[in-house]
DNA sequence: CGTGCCGGGGA
DNA sequence: TCCCCGGCACG
């Protein structure tokens, strides 16, 4: 709380025009940024007897956290916080991508043995499960992964600064290359729909079978089918690690679903073709019910945290920052395929998928904050002493909430 | 009803 | 890009 306040001293006093949108987005992120450290942490905490596999998975949750600060948040949080997210974050993906020599034990809370196996050592490369990010320049010199942790400290304010803008489109798009270069080597494509698991191998054969059996129609826009299905290669799927993202989201999710059946379980794919697969195809579904969910505000997320707060505008930051975790665990194509749901709103193929409420009702909207703005400040008469976004009718940089 | 500000539009 | 404002949500 005080921090927030704190924080939006120095930056917003100058008030320049470039920054409205990103004030903008700030303020809904800020608030953000506490609730969800506390969801993380409550979570983490939370999950009683798990022992080893929990620590297994600690190490993917600090990857989550730190995808989900570095995707807009950054600038609110303190300092200290940053840091720590982006030298976990730095090693997280270092040990998941490299080999493990690499990965010094130092700051690490979770155990170095075991987990390394199936997460790194199984699959030709860590890649897969954890968002192949640097993994695939294998080049054992790629620059990016080899940062020490020191190096990576020493550098972590250029860090934070660029990578607060960069980093979540580069990120994104970063993965995306990433995935289909890989991919394009061998791999299957999942379909996400709802209750279909189904695998094919050829992407134009994954398209159509969405297209024709999901989309009911020849010809929807293209990036629609991209949306419903994700690539997996064959290794990865096991390896991936369902537990991790699984047990850090059902929790809330599955208080929250005002959705209609929770897939995992009560849908069972219709013509699961391989046995073996069953498993994480329910993984993969529920990531695309997160998915969904999270696209759409109403979803629960919150349960766990203070319902005050909380306005659409958590909602859909929520929803952003789980988006790396998601794509992380392998589903592709969701940036492009989200934005599209958010933008057509799934209209009638809606299944369990839809738990959409009609996005209209939770506008993007944030309760007023009580913090004193320009207007009030220095009165109407005085406007011209008004900050820009005051004078514009623009979100207040001067004193943002 | 005052206020904050989104979304849109003009210059 | 700067500036303005209609209109809406919130309190």
Redesign the pocket.
């Known amino acids: 709380m005080a921090a927030v306040k704190s924080q939006a001293g120095p930056g917003a006093m100058q008030s320049?025009?470039?920054r409205?949108?990103e004030?903008?987005v700030r303020?809904c992120v800020q608030e953000n940024a506490d609730v969800q450290k506390h969801q993380q942490n409550s979570i983490l905490q939370s999950s009683p007897g798990l022992g080893e596999e929990w620590t297994a998975n600690s190490e993917q949750s600090n990857t989550l956290l730190f995808l989900q600060s570095s995707n807009v948040n950054l600038p609110y949080r303190s300092p200290e916080s940053v840091e720590m997210d982006e030298i976990m974050a730095a090693m997280v993906l270092t040990s998941l991508s490299c080999s493990p020599v690499i990965q010094s034990p130092t700051q690490r809370d979770p155990l170095p043995h075991g987990p390394l196996d199936v997460e790194c050592g199984g699959g030709e490369l860590s890649d897969s499960g954890s968002s192949g990010y640097w993994s695939w320049e294998h080049g054992s010199v790629s620059p990016a992964p080899s940062p020490s942790v020191t190096e990576t400290e020493s550098s972590m304010g250029q860090l934070a600064d660029e990578g607060l803008h960069m980093e979540p489109e580069l990120g994104a798009r970063d993965e995306l290359e990433t995935r289909r270069c890989k991919i394009s080597s061998r791999g299957a494509y999942r379909c996400l729909w709802p209750g279909c698991g189904k695998v094919l191998t050829s992407r134009v054969g994954m398209k159509r079978h969405i297209r024709i059996l999901h989309l009911g129609g020849p010809e929807q826009s293209h990036r629609e089918e991209d949306f419903y299905y994700t690539e997996v290669s064959s290794e990865e799927e096991e390896p991936t690690p369902p537990s991790p993202s699984l047990s850090l989201t059902s929790g809330p999710w599955s208080s929250c679903s005002s959705t209609p059946s929770q897939p995992t379980s009560a849908e069972a794919p219709p013509s699961s073709s391989a046995l073996s697969q069953s498993a994480p195809s329910s993984v993969w579904q529920i990531h695309a019910e997160h998915l969904y969910q999270l696209t759409h505000p109403c979803a629960p997320i919150e349960l766990t945290i203070s319902p005050d707060s909380a306005?659409?505008c958590d909602w859909t930051s929520a929803g952003l920052q789980l988006r790396p975790q998601i794509s992380m665990s392998r589903s592709r194509s969701i940036s492009v395929g989200e934005q599209w749901l958010q933008r057509n709103s799934v209209p009638s193929r809606s299944h369990t998928v839809s738990a959409s409420p009609s996005r209209g009702h939770c506008?993007?909207?944030?309760?007023?904050?009580?913090?004193?703005?320009?207007?009030?400040?220095y009165?109407?008469e005085r406007r011209d002493q008004w900050c820009?976004?005051?004078?514009?009718?623009?979100?207040?940089q001067r004193?943002?909430?």
Do not use: H, M, Q, Y
């Not at 820009?388 to 207040?396: D, E, M, T, V």
């Open positions: 320049t025009a470039g409205k949108k004030g903008l303020r306005s659409s506008s993007i909207r944030k309760g007023r904050g009580e913090a004193k703005k320009c207007r009030k400040v009165g109407v820009n976004a005051c004078r514009w009718k623009k979100a207040c004193f943002p909430d």
